[in-house]
């Protein structure tokens, strides 16, 4: 891809041991540092709203319940959702392995503004803090949502405390994707043109737009909830002149196009990895750069469709429903060019790639299944059943957090500067992909069946499926936990990593593995397109 | 002290006088064809934002794009907004609270 040369580089400290103390930690201005800080913080998020997940599963296994109190059972759902959603989902790939490989990607020493990208993580950990508090002391019991009035009026649960925690961490989003666009901007190395960036730099801008434009919308509506809950002034409570469905427009005005911010850099991810794993340029750049784009925008206008049954106007609920046909095209002309891609390809099927098939298959899997529900006489049968849940978690756990994990395999070399073990690699991948199918397809047929989400208790009837799902979803904490022992593991035993491991293209694998505090010696010249592998015959004969 | 601080600090303090002004009349009852008044006082936040803060007259042409695009997301928000709450034939009635 570039002209660099990097050897004066390598005789640099690595970022990891440039300075050792705790300070140099905390107060660390370099990209890198700031990335392990915060994928720390998303892995310890992550299993707290896991062991959540883990109880309501538990719960789920017999009619009854086996939680005694439904009241407790909601407050854990609500933990699972409130930490997955705002303090994992949301953050994750853009804090952690975006913060470490943007300025890598671009040929640049450091994001924009460094200062601003450590105060990014000290506001993501209070806005923790207050939420983990509020969630300890007895918690929330409204679900992700907050929907008033039950927020509002109806529970004496930690709302407020839970609204601020998000409403903080929010800031860290906006500040994070500022940080972004006006890296990708001002900071692209010399001769890296718009279409010579990596597809993940793409993604990631684009779900900064989302983030700096639609975060702002999100902060509003909770101070707004928190602010009719404490002072008792009307705006969403129709006891005191409100109106509930306001809260819902606001609310899914931000958390919609959330879904793509929390899925667009699984995609840059899966761009990053199909291309190397199969030594093939990226089918159709272009297409795939703008529909990064075109996803961003149209998701701005799609919300209602999650408020067909909440008494929005049958008009309005009409035209998101076909509105949100639309974003469904960008993301199928994606999946087909990673399909086309991977056509004739040199498939090597390390974790990296494993991860990345198993992404394109669930990823399909929940997008197809979101046509149904965005079908408004579909909608009003499944909605608010497990038939939701399932679509939510195929794109979200299959799709994103699959693409997570494929990225930190394959980025994980380039951080740490050690192999993980490939065989426990590609075993991690595959129980993942199986405990996940296992836990949510099952889903699929309880809420086709009718069976409701968020509901302590159910009928008889549904027990085979859900003992079905509760017991995939042992499979899947299993695979969940594998990566963390072995990747731990890694980080003492494992191999000495090679600048390039993969054989990959972008600038920064042109750099030692770990790279030094200053990211390059010189500044690298981009003079070809990205993803610009030897030819075929070369290939093949290598292979 | 920067030298624009005085020149901040005055935008600032108006727009805190306009959010009083805004809070204040969205307490009046006007007529149907004199409630778009109510957007005043928030347009003129919104103009003291762009001009003072941002400095949308001398920001290059890429910070431009984003300012116009931040008014085109809010026409969005209350465009197809408006969508729902204008041809809404059902609201919610006021309902007891439990003690």
Redesign the interface.
């Given at each position: 891809m570039s002209t660099t040369v990097v050897e004066a580089a390598e005789l640099e400290k690595s970022y990891l041991v440039d300075k050792s103390t705790v300070a140099s930690w905390l107060l660390t201005t370099d990209h890198k540092r700031i990335a392990i800080l915060y994928l720390g913080s998303i892995t310890f998020f992550f299993f707290i709203g896991g062991i959540a997940a883990a109880a309501v599963r538990l719960n789920l296994l017999v009619p009854e319940g086996l939680i005694p109190s439904a009241e407790t059972y909601n407050r854990l759902f609500t933990t699972h959702g409130v930490i997955m959603v705002w303090f994992f989902l949301v953050p994750a790939v853009p804090v952690s392995l975006g913060n470490f490989v943007v300025p890598l990607m671009l040929g640049a020493r450091d994001l924009a503004f460094p200062k601003l990208n450590l105060i990014s993580w000290y506001l993501f950990i209070i806005g923790g803090i207050i939420e983990l508090y509020a969630l300890f002391i007895g918690g929330v019991d409204t679900g992700w949502t907050f929907y008033p009035?039950m927020s509002t009026?109806?529970n004496q649960s930690h709302v407020v405390l839970a609204v601020i925690g998000v409403f903080v961490s929010g800031f860290s989003s906006i500040a994070t994707g500022l940080n972004f666009?006006v890296t990708i901007?001002r900071l692209r190395a010399p001769g890296m043109t718009w279409y010579k960036m990596p597809i993940f730099l793409w993604s990631l801008y684009s779900t900064s737009?989302i983030l700096?434009?639609?975060t702002p919308?999100l902060a509003i509506t909770l101070l707004l909830l928190g602010f009719e809950r404490i002072f008792r002034i009307g705006v969403f409570d129709?006891?005191i002149g409100g109106?509930?469905?306001l809260f819902q427009?606001?609310f899914w005005?931000y958390s919609h196009p959330a879904v793509y911010i929390m899925i667009l850099p699984g995609f840059g991810v899966i761009s990053e990895i199909i291309p190397v794993f199969c030594r093939r340029r990226l089918f159709g750049y272009k297409f795939v750069a703008w529909c990064s784009v075109s996803i961003a925008v149209i998701s701005?206008?799609v919300?209602?469709h999650h408020m067909f049954v909440s008494?929005?106007?049958?008009?309005?609920s009409v035209?998101?429903s076909l509105l949100s046909y639309a974003v469904a095209v960008p993301s199928a002309i994606k999946v087909f060019n990673w399909i086309g891609t991977m056509h004739k390809g040199f498939i090597r099927f390390d974790a990296p790639m494993l991860y990345a098939l198993g992404f394109v298959g669930l990823f399909t899997i929940g997008g197809l299944t979101g046509l149904f529900v965005a079908a408004l006489a579909a909608d009003v049968h499944l909605t608010q059943t497990y038939f939701v849940v399932a679509h939510f978690h195929y794109v979200m756990v299959g799709g994103m957090v699959t693409a997570f994990f494929g990225g930190l395999h394959y980025w994980w070399p380039k951080i740490t500067g050690r192999m993980y073990p490939e065989m426990w690699g590609r075993a991690a991948a595959l129980i993942i992909f199986i405990g996940f199918n296992v836990t949510f397809a099952p889903q699929f047929l309880l809420g086709y069946l009718g069976m409701p989400r968020r509901y302590h208790s159910y009928p008889p009837d549904f027990q085979v499926l859900n003992v079905l799902s509760s017991a995939g979803a042992t499979i899947l904490a299993a695979g969940y936990l594998l990566p963390l022992g072995y990747l731990t593991w890694s980080l003492f035993r494992g191999e000495r990593a090679p600048a390039n491991p993969w054989g990959a293209t972008g600038l920064e694998w042109q750099t030692p593995s770990p790279p030094p505090a200053k990211n390059f010696a010189t500044t690298p010249v981009v003079t070809e397109p990205p993803y610009t592998f030897p030819p075929p015959e070369l290939v093949q004969n290598r292979v | 002290m920067p030298p624009r601080f005085p020149r901040l600090l005055i935008a600032w303090v108006l727009l805190l006088v306009l959010l009083g002004v805004e809070f204040g009349v969205a307490m009046l009852s006007f007529a149907p064809w004199l409630r778009v008044l109510i957007l005043l006082p928030a347009m003129a936040m919104a103009a003291i934002v762009g001009i003072v803060f941002m400095e949308i007259g001398r920001a290059p042409v890429?910070a431009r794009g984003?300012a116009t695009?931040?008014l085109f997301?809010l026409l969005?928000?209350l465009g197809?907004?408006s969508?729902?709450?204008?041809?809404?034939?059902?609201?919610?009635?006021?309902?007891?609270?439990?003690e």
């Open positions: 009035p009026s109806f666009i901007h737009v700096v434009l639609a919308v129709p006891a109106d509930p469905i427009h606001m005005f701005f206008f919300w209602g008494g929005q106007s049958l008009y309005a035209v998101f | 890429v984003f695009a931040g997301w969005v928000l197809l907004g969508m729902d709450p204008l041809t809404r034939t059902y609201y919610h009635t006021t309902v007891e609270h439990p």
